[in-house]
């Protein structure tokens, strides 16, 4: 193998070697090359695969621009990451790459065979086949469509590494750290604001990497954007973020970036984040993001060794790589020269100079022509020749003629520069047509950003500094700083970009039979974008959606331009009023992983625990998720299953008493002159003469009169409410109290306090309950008479200040004991240690659900469903039917919530007592009836109940307290169970036990 | 992510802090046990949801916990003002310039 | 209109596809129609067609302010499905559903509907509940939908991460196998052509600006930018922008417009064979037939025209998506945008007469519209033809929100849809 690596050319330092392998074969390059460079290094310009046709394709440019030179880079088995762009990736010792989307091998591609039927696959064609019959689409054309498309490979394991994020802010964030970026960057940073310079390359000076003619401030332009690169990193006020790509432009000056960390090292440190996305804020933004060549489009423009001239410019004046011996330059602009002029110097051949322009003048032409290059001006290549690599290419006079064939081994194209105004488009700035250039340029901007240099339209080396230099300036005194503007940047430059054409060359317009790309991942060619128009596709969104022209992992970088420009001559109409496609972020794709940061495993979402939550993980407690809370579910001891374990506890909490976590209830502290008033507003129920020490179950509705929440609220003064809220509804209820206290009734003197994590409540229930706590409780008479069933008082449990409600959920004589958090577990453990000598034990939530629906208590989010009003549950009595207003109050009284039919709160049981109805099943009154059935009802919550010896449902019914009695079927996938209607209380239905 | 300036903690923040509460200057009425069908319909269901300015109302929830009144421009999402919950609405022309 | 097929293509080939005509035509509009549709995406593309193949009215003119499909048809994750609860939902989205299987061949136009199972991850005792209430439903309704256990849901989607030490565990899923999914643009497309071929007038870059009425306040027509035009029958099908239409005959509307973002993946080969949605963690996903992932986020929480929406709601939607499936974090996102969507406050769709006679509108379908879109068309054509509404549509009439007779499927399930 003989190296395209030069002697004593470019940058980096030949004694430092890095051995890599591309498709399993060991190859050698040195620190600072990318792959690409590296490959090109070892002569190797195959690397991949078109996505349509397959066709063999080399490296086109040298930047994020690349659509072709995508391959799988694999660090271990678990860091496989695909669709790298080898233009990006740098070369590491150890780095293993992999060609995509080719079998068996790179250079043999059975998928090629769909080049032989391209004709076949023409833009849309799967829109017009495929059809029949009606199941093939299914289980033949689209497995197969599938496994044909799709570039890489998916990882197969976990991610092993890690993803970083940050917050920033700033007066001046730079994008772009060319000779625009750089300049703007000193201008601002010598205000002393703060200034945060990004660049996506590794390192600073952009297109000063590959231009060779320039010089500032008296140096060679790259060592000037060296020099000051080190000098803006040893401000304190300055930030340089290289490898750092700006990828969305957000609303008020919101920009996204995200920095790759480890990427680049061999053996990165495992601490490190792979990758870390910064959400910067910044006052201002400037934007220099420079330009993107763009490619000729003509007859088999795509074979491997075609690429952009600034591309070998890049790889020949950075890495001191040749990409090729006998290089062919098409052109349709100046700064193509500069490709020639810098290979020629350097010793290699070029074959010739084509270049569109009937009579291109200037100093590079000149040079060119003293050099004693070929220059063919007015000319075109008809079409190349090569299979794996260009091997030749056909010139003739544009206007006609004989063709000459002129052996290369690579072609330099240009067909001008694309400013890269995808961020500024993104700040949702309108861009504006440059008519002479053909080009979109920033207008009128919707965010503080102002865009410099190339991605401007600006062309020359000095007017860019000039812009630059007063960009900076004019950030810093947008922000109010003082711009000093004591840099001047005198340059100079042997550099033209001028000219540039967009569109098809000629020999490649749409009507001829030859395929000329456009978009070169994506296969869509001239020929594509004529027949889209030709079928009626007049908006170039629909030009792009039907031939997919910009649409690949470049999103269109090189060619939307091209795609637009055919589209709009065809057509007749100028450019923009054809249209141009949204810019959509990101600029280049981001990782997941990056976007996800931290947001992974027990940090996707904050996990709430009780005070007493090591109790339950102590006693083997299985546990569930409700919200971000984690509830014991169950207890099971040795050799139970859920089902013995809740019938256990079920059967314990009746015959003796049981102990509950019920901290997770949210907790309001409404107090304040007003506040009876205020809870007569946000409750159905009456409050004003609840006497103090007493409490209530309270209902809320939302202003539409549905069931909202529910909850005891006991009142501990006149002017203290202490309120208790579902457990998944406290935020909102306390949001739902707020809003009206804030803007309904500001006139109320009430304050509403979220006291939910403040209190830990331990549930004792049980007819032992008293027992159990009364050894341990101070300061209150437990007696029924002192403290019947729905009163609270305050007092002491084991010294701690415990607020004492007798309330239960179960039925059973009940006392829940609020104490302060920090005592949650120490107060548990005593309680526990005196429910044990009384043959009590600990119980989870299902054990709570079954106790509850045993005696027909509802649960909001299970009876109801947003849908269901007090009525419906048979809750009339908790309604205040004296009062003038509750939120709810109108809403109730609307004709469907009123009328009649409305599903109504009933209990079920099966005639089968053994048969525990499922939960969401289906109530019908003919079992018979043909599918669509006419369903009255629904199961909301279905258990075995280990004290009624049977299963008991609730469940939701049409008219269901009119049935009592009747019998109904419940159809199931393999029987029909018929069911009796009752009363949804199933167990002590006079409801004794709760008063002892 | 919007930055919104509380007009209680006059700070501007990240919109992380707050939660939006929708049409703003959309009254409960008095009455409202009385109001008609149409009525009810119209203040609980019906909003002007306009393209351009609207007023909308936020809460500085993770804040300072109150309800306040923003002037937003719903194609742009820009922020004209934000006032606090009770004051009426502000006159807009010494905001554009 | 030249049929579409292979062979078709296969003529085409050996004359460098210089003989297709255009799919739809580009019409100058003129002065009066018997019925004008505002919008141009795939509802109202529906609309036209099926007023011109079920109805015989062909003298309709669709009004596009943009392109084509440039709304939400073109910008959302083209689930399709039709397991919901209540038996109004049940209707219309089977019914869709239905049609959906067949469309391709109706509308000589491949929309390549794929029916490869869309499966709902349920992650906790409530998401049990309400899908086992979903499931059993849909049954008596004549819809499949069935339950998996984690380890089916596993087999069905192999990338799926079902371990229980997952923040919110996987506890089973509701799996309907007809669910699937469809190419969005040809939806659009398909229509169009096929209403086109029957007379209908499809006219782009053409917005309107008023709506005209009668003295007696019967609507007489439309203002646009392209001139105005007259019609006895307007149909409103413009989704995000139905309240801004609306008030130009007068009318306010139970909407709200929200931002709400997607985003693609870079493709790959197959990796992930079906639709997975999860209300609990907020994802939806699905693989292309290009080979992107496609990734539904949530809405933004402020109403807006902007068609943007925050980066933080990307993030959550890929961590949730990282959540369930750690295999993806390097995979990365190539291209993410934003549609805006009109929000009732039931979350179910208007499809209805309105005060205004000659007036209809077909809005409110949320986040959820795509799936509805051959149904949708279907019932509203019928509806505005006869001028009374077609039994499906019947339920989702203006006047529920004044009665109190929503149809809430958000509240019954925590659902998005």
């Known amino acids: 193998m003989t190296s395209f690596r030069l002697a004593d050319v470019g940058r980096l330092d030949a004694s430092k070697t890095a051995r890599f392998t591309f498709d399993g074969r060991s190859l050698s390059g040195l620190e600072g090359d990318t792959l690409a460079s590296a490959l090109i290094a070892n002569g190797i310009h195959l690397v991949g695969r078109s996505f349509k046709y397959h066709r063999p394709r080399g490296i086109l440019s040298a930047g994020s621009e690349e659509p072709n030179a995508l391959v799988g880079v694999h660090r271990d088995a678990a860091r496989r990451t695909p669709n790298v762009r080898a233009t990006v990736q740098e070369l590491y010792d150890g780095l293993s790459a992999v060609s995509q989307n ?112 320039s010089q500032i401030d008296g140096v060679a332009g790259w060592d000037w954007a060296q020099a000051t690169a080190a000098k803006l990193a040893g401000m304190d006020n300055v930030r340089i973020l290289p490898r750092t790509t700006a990828f969305g432009y957000y609303a008020q000056n919101m920009v996204g970036l995200v920095e790759r960390v480890t990427e680049h090292l061999a053996t990165p440190d495992p601490e490190l984040p792979r990758e870390r996305l910064w959400h910067v804020r910044a006052k201002r933004v400037v934007v220099a993001t420079g330009a993107i060549e763009r490619h000729m489009v003509f007859a088999d423009n795509d074979r491997p060794g075609i690429m952009l001239a600034s591309a070998a410019r890049h790889y020949l004046n950075h890495y001191g790589v040749a990409v090729g011996r006998e290089v062919g330059i098409y052109t349709a602009n100046d700064s193509a020269y500069g490709a020639a002029l810098d290979l020629h110097r350097a010793g290699i051949r070029i074959a010739a100079i084509v270049d569109l322009r009937d009579d291109p003048r200037g100093e590079m032409i000149d040079a060119a022509r003293a050099a004693g290059i070929e220059l063919l001006t007015g000319h075109c290549v008809a079409k190349t020749g090569g299979r794996l690599r260009v091997s030749s290419m056909a010139v003739m006079p544009k206007a006609g003629g004989a063709s000459r064939i002129i052996p290369v081994d690579a072609l330099l194209v240009s067909a001008g520069w694309t400013p890269s105004v995808h961020l500024f488009s993104q700040s949702r700035g309108k861009l504006a047509f440059d008519t002479r250039r053909q080009i979109f340029l920033p207008g009128a901007q919707a965010q503080e950003c102002i865009s410099i240099g190339a991605c401007n339209g600006t062309e020359s080396l000095a007017e860019t500094l000039e812009e630059a230099l007063a960009a900076g300036a004019q950030a810093v005194r947008g922000v109010g700083g003082e711009a000093s503007r004591s840099i001047s940047l005198p340059s100079r430059t042997a550099e033209s970009w001028t000219g540039g054409m967009s569109g098809s060359a000629p020999g490649a317009e749409p009507g001829k039979a030859v395929k000329a790309f456009v978009d070169f991942q994506n296969d869509v060619t001239a020929k594509d974008i004529g027949q889209a128009v030709r079928e009626g596709m007049r908006s170039i969104e629909h030009v792009k959606r039907f031939t997919t022209n910009g649409m690949a992992t470049d999103q269109g970088k090189t060619s939307n331009l091209h795609g637009l420009a055919i589209a709009s001559e065809i057509l007749g109409k100028p450019m923009p009023e054809v249209g141009l496609t949204t810019f959509r972020a990101p600029f280049t794709p981001v990782t997941f992983g990056a976007i996800v940061g931290h947001g992974r495993g027990a940090l996707f979402d904050p996990t709430r625990k009780t005070p007493m939550h090591s109790f339950a993980e102590e006693q083997g407690a299985v546990f569930e998720d409700v919200g971000q809370w984690k509830r014991a579910w169950y207890f099971p001891q040795a050799g139970e299953d859920m089902h013995a374990a809740v019938a256990r506890e079920c059967r314990t909490v009746r015959e003796a008493a049981g102990m509950f976590d019920a901290s997770t209830l949210g907790k309001i502290e409404v107090v304040g002159p007003d506040a009876a008033e205020f809870m007569e507003l946000m409750y159905t129920n009456p409050w004003k003469k609840l006497g103090v020490g007493r409490c209530r179950y309270g209902i809320m509705l939302r202003e539409d009169g549905f069931v909202m929440d529910d909850g005891v609220v006991g009142r501990l003064a006149d002017d203290r409410f202490h309120v208790t809220t579902t457990t998944g509804g406290a935020a909102r209820v306390l949001h739902h109290m707020e809003d009206y206290l804030q803007t309904e009734f500001p006139h109320l003197n009430v304050w509403l306090t979220s006291v939910s994590e403040q209190w830990a409540v331990i549930a004792v229930q049980g007819p032992k309950a008293r027992d159990i706590i009364a050894p341990l409780v101070a300061g209150i008479d437990l007696s029924d008479e002192a403290m019947p069933h729905m009163s609270v008082r305050e007092g002491t449990i084991l010294g701690v200040p415990t607020r004492l409600f007798r309330m239960s959920f179960t039925g059973e004589r009940g006392f829940e004991i609020n104490v302060p958090a920090d005592y949650g577990r120490v107060v548990w453990d005593a309680v526990w240690a005196e429910a044990r000598g009384q043959g009590a034990c600990a119980y989870g939530t299902e054990t709570m659900h079954v106790l509850r629906a045993e005696k027909g208590f509802i649960i909001v989010g299970q009876e109801t469903d947003g849908t269901v009003t007090p009525h419906d549950l048979g809750l009339d009595w908790a309604i205040g039917s004296k009062k003038s207003d509750f939120v709810g109050i109108r809403g109730l009284k609307r004709p469907d919530l009123v009328a009649s039919g409305r599903k109504q709160l009933v209990g079920l049981k099966t005639k089968d007592p053994k048969i525990v109805l499922e939960e969401g099943a289906q109530i019908v009154a003919d079992p018979r009836q043909p599918i669509p059935m006419k369903m009255i009802g629904h199961v909301s919550s279905s258990y075995w109940s280990e004290n009624c010896g049977r299963s008991i449902a609730l469940a939701l019914l049409q008219d269901g307290r009119s049935l009592m009695g009747e019998t109904l079927f419940l159809p199931m996938p393999d029987r029909t169970i018929e069911v009796e209607v009752t009363s949804p209380v199933f167990f002590d239905e006079k409801g004794e036990r709760v008063h002892g | 992510m919007l930055l919104i300036r509380c007009p209680y903690c006059q700070e501007e923040r990240p919109e992380l802090e707050f939660r939006h509460a929708g049409e703003a200057h959309v009254v409960r009425p008095h009455n409202i046990a009385d109001i008609s069908d149409e009525e009810f319909e119209a203040f609980f269901f019906h909003r002007a949801n306009p393209k351009g300015i609207t007023h909308e109302r936020w809460r500085h929830v993770h804040g300072c916990g109150r309800f306040f009144n923003a002037v937003r421009d719903t194609v742009s999402d820009r922020f004209v003002t934000t006032y606090k919950a009770g004051e009426p609405k502000p006159a807009l022309e010494e905001h554009k310039a | 209109m030249r049929r579409y097929s292979a062979f078709a293509i296969a003529r085409e080939a050996l004359r460098g596809h210089k003989g297709w005509p255009e799919q739809w035509g580009s019409p100058e509009p003129r002065s009066e129609y018997d019925v004008i549709i505002v919008g141009g995406g795939g509802h109202g593309l529906a609309t036209a067609y099926y007023l011109a193949s079920q109805h015989g009215i062909t003298n309709v003119a669709v009004l596009e302010k943009g392109w084509l499909g440039g709304g939400n048809t073109g910008r959302n994750t083209t689930i399709i499905r039709s397991n919901y609860l209540y038996d109004e939902s049940a209707a219309i989205y089977d019914h869709a559903v239905k049609l959906w299987d067949g469309l391709s061949q109706e509308l000589n136009y491949n929309v390549m509907y794929s029916p490869r199972g869309v499966m709902m991850l349920a992650h906790n005792v409530h998401d049990v509940q309400v899908f086992k209430r979903h499931i059993h439903s849909n049954r008596l309704n004549g819809i499949d939908n069935e339950w998996l256990s984690p380890e089916e849901a596993k087999s069905f989607c192999p990338p799926l991460n079902i371990s229980p030490s997952a923040r919110y565990p996987v506890m089973g899923a509701a799996l309907q196998r007809r669910g699937g999914t469809a190419r969005h643009d040809a939806v659009a497309w398909g229509y169009a052509r096929a209403a086109s071929d029957r007379g209908v007038h499809i006219i782009q870059n053409c917005e309107v600006t008023a709506i005209r009425r009668s003295a007696n306040g019967h609507v007489t027509g439309v203002d646009t930018t392209r001139g105005p035009i007259s019609a006895k029958k307007v149909g409103v099908v413009a989704a995000g922008h139905s309240s801004v239409l609306m008030a130009m005959a007068g009318l306010s509307m139970p909407l709200e417009s929200y931002p709400l973002q997607a985003l693609v993946s870079e493709p790959v080969k197959p990796v992930f064979p079906c639709v997975v949605m999860s209300n609990t963690v907020h994802a939806y996903i699905s693989q292309s037939d290009k080979g992107e992932l496609v990734i539904g986020a949530g809405t933004d929480q402020y109403y807006s025209y902007s068609q943007t929406g925050g980066l933080h709601i990307l993030e959550h939607t890929l961590e949730a998506i990282c959540e369930m499936f750690p295999v993806f974090t390097r995979m990365k996102m190539l291209r993410s945008w934003g549609g805006i969507v009109d929000v009732t406050p039931d979350r179910s769709p208007i499809l209805a007469k309105t005060p205004v006679p000659g007036l209809y509108v077909n809005c409110g379908w949320g986040t959820g519209g795509f799936k509805a879109t051959p149904g949708s068309g279907h019932v509203f054509a019928q509806t505005i033809a006869n001028d009374n509404p077609h039994p499906i549509a019947a339920p989702y009439r203006l006047e529920r929100f004044r009665t109190g007779r929503l149809i809430d499927e958000a509240a019954a399930a925590a659902v998005a849809h």
């Open chain 1, 102 to 213: 080719r079998w068996p091998s790179l250079a043999f591609d059975m998928g090629a065979v769909n080049n032989l039927g391209a004709p076949f696959f023409s833009a849309g064609f799967y829109y017009k086949t495929f059809m029949w019959p009606k199941a093939a689409w299914k289980h033949l054309y689209e497995p197969q469509i599938r496994n044909a498309a799709g570039l890489g490979t998916a990882p197969e394991e976990s991610d092993p590494d890690h993803y970083a994020s940050r917050y920033a802010h700033c007066e001046v964030l730079v994008v772009g750290g060319g000779a625009a970026g750089l300049a703007a960057a000193s201008a601002a940073a010598e205000s002393g604001q703060r200034v945060i310079l990004c660049d996506e390359q590794a390192g600073l000076g952009g297109a000063l990497r590959f231009e060779s003619g």
